[in-house]
């Protein structure tokens, strides 16, 4: 069982004079339909009303404490328990909040102990010294108190607390794995980008150098043939030379130049049909089974971009392969559409699962391709497919938009942050939620408490007619039920035309449950008889326990 309290929910700092107000409020209703429901059954107390509302009154402002003195607020509304039986469901709700809040188990498992002996010790002194009750009576009393209002709702409360700091440390980590997801991305497009640089690097910068040379070149001639041309020859080498220091520049932007090497360096031939072969002959003399399809025209007379695009997709996907499906079926497509490529490579079910991975790795090397699809406007999708397979898709535009247009996504740390947007009414809806399962809680609390006294109060709470101290003549009949408790069907039975004379004037008698017998086997019966719900007279009598 897990509830929230009725209160609103605890804060560290005092509480505004409204919100203070409002507990008050939600306390005293709380009280009330406690004491209301004991008194239905006669467990009420047999207080006057002026010292129920002092009992009352200091219920309340021990709760209200508990934001300030959580710790003492729950021993004092214990101890006042034992006294009051109908500050249980205020106490509960302290017992709840404190061991909820409390962090050390130590110190929390002693403060509910502590809390759960004073009922018991405040029973025994008020029923067994002061009232002369018997003491098995006054520690069952005090037990039934001291489960209810201190002992359930205190270790619900602890595993609510509990529960809060699994969450709160979940959070924490859920909170760190996607910093580190979010770094690993963006190393990733650092080095995708680092790669991209150092093509264009290549590229662009080997084809301004043959300008600048040639241009070098054309400036010797004409200064030999044709002087008055000679400045065009130089103004072409020295804005060729620019162009190159203007571009090392621009791809500073998009980080330290970091290049391949050895067999996978890229070249003109990079993306065309007999490169994409290559690559897959290397995977079947890996041993990994690959078909392969392309469907339309070469790519050679394709932007070198898009074509060294077009290698590391079928790279990287193979590379996948090789890691995590080894020995997997592969089958590598690439369609030249119109105004556009699309690279499709699809693998099954490995034979064997992976025993030094698991799942698809850290997916830096998705992360880069992203990037490097984003920078030409294509689009990648990665995912499984029926059979426990995995499909890579990349479509590429055959013409790509220029770099700036790309701006947005070439650009920046990583992607937004995702935020989600709270559903219009889901706060008041948990709100209602907690609202609704803290009444349920406090309710199933009192059914308990109502069953556990009443099943108390059926026994004998005292060796005897109890004494004058406990009940007197004055006294209302709630106030003489709470003590001697309710009226029985079998003893009133058993006196019917064998009881003395009632005092004249009486309007109702009361025969509570009695079992004690004299020597001859007679029962003691004590009857209190009531003139217009007030006390009038106390008698004693035995009569035969058979007719």
């Given amino acids: ?55 009352g009154a200091t219920a309340l402002v021990l709760a209200l404490t508990r934001h300030r003195f959580p710790d003492a607020a729950l021993l004092g509304l214990a101890i006042l328990v034992g006294v009051l039986p109908s500050a249980a469901m205020l106490t509960a709700i302290v017992s709840y909040t404190t061991s909820r809040r409390v962090g050390r188990a130590w110190r929390r498992d002693l403060l509910l102990v502590t809390a759960a002996l004073l009922p018991l010790l405040v ?47 979940l959070r924490e980590r859920t909170a760190a794995a996607e910093r580190a997801k979010r770094s690993a991305e963006s190393e990733s497009r650092i080095q995708e980008r680092s790669r991209i640089a150092a093509e264009m690097h290549d590229l662009v910068g080997h084809r301004l150098s043959l300008i600048s040379l040639h241009a070098g070149g054309l400036e010797l ?30 791809l500073g932007v998009l980080g330290p130049l970091g290049r391949d090497t050895g067999t996978d360096a890229l070249t003109d031939a990079t993306g065309t049909r007999a490169d994409i072969l290559a690559l897959v002959e290397e995977s079947r003399a890996a041993g ?44 590598v497509t690439v369609s030249q559409l119109p105004g556009s490529v699309e690279v499709v490579v699809v693998n099954g079910a490995p034979p064997v699962p992976p025993t030094v991975t698991t799942g698809l790795g850290s997916g830096r090397g998705l992360d880069g391709l992203r990037e490097r699809v ?117 003893v009133r039975s058993a006196a019917a035309g064998r009881e003395p004379a009632r005092p004249s004037g009486s309007t109702d008698c009361l025969y509570p449950y009695a079992t004690r017998t004299t020597e001859s086997d007679r029962l003691e019966v004590t009857r209190y008889c009531f003139k217009s719900d007030v006390l009038s007279e106390i008698t004693s009598f035995t009569t035969p326990l058979a007719p």
Avoid at 141 to 163: C, E, N, S
Avoid at 223 to 240: F, I, N, T, V, Y
Avoid at 415 to 437: F, N, W, Y
């Fill in 288 to 331: 990994v089974p690959v078909s392969f399809d392309w469907q339309g025209e070469d790519l050679a007379e394709v932007r070198p971009q898009v074509r060294r695009a077009v290698n590391r997709v079928v790279r990287e996907a193979l590379t996948n392969v090789h890691r995590y499906a080894l020995g997997a079926a592969v089958d």
């Fill in 221 to 250: 001639a004409l200064d030999r043939q044709a002087p008055q041309l000679s400045g065009e020859a130089e103004q072409l080498r020295q804005a060729s030379r620019d162009a190159m220091d203007e571009l090392r520049q621009v």
């Fill in 1 to 55: 069982m897990r509830f929230v309290p009725l209160l609103p929910a605890d804060r560290p700092a005092a509480s505004a004079p409204g919100r203070s107000l409002l507990e008050a409020a939600l306390g005293g209703v709380v009280l009330l339909v406690t004491f209301a429901a004991l008194r239905s059954v006669g467990l009420s107390g047999t207080f006057d009303r002026g010292t129920l509302l002092v009992l």
């Fill in 374 to 490: 984003a920078v030409l406007g294509g689009r990648l999708t990665v995912g499984p497919v029926a059979g426990g397979g995995f499909e890579i898709r990349a479509i590429l535009p055959t013409d790509p938009h220029p770099a700036g247009a790309r701006a947005d996504q070439a650009t920046g740390d990583g992607p937004a942050p995702l935020i989600l947007v709270p559903e219009a009414g889901g706060r008041l809806r948990r709100q209602l939620a907690s609202t609704v399962s803290a009444a349920l809680g406090l309710a199933g609390l009192g059914v308990i408490l109502l069953l556990g006294l009443g099943l108390v109060q059926q026994t004998r709470p005292y060796d005897g007619p109890p004494p004058v101290s406990a009940v007197h003549t004055g006294m209302s009949r709630s106030q003489v039920t709470s003590v001697v408790g309710p009226d029985s069907t079998a």
């Fill in 123 to 169: 029973s025994e002194v008020r029923l067994d010294y002061w009232q002369g009750g018997r003491w098995q009576y006054a520690l069952a009393q005090g037990g039934v108190l001291a489960v209810v209002a201190v002992l359930i709702p205190g270790l619900v409360g602890t595993a609510a607390g509990q529960q809060d700091q699994l969450v709160g440390a």
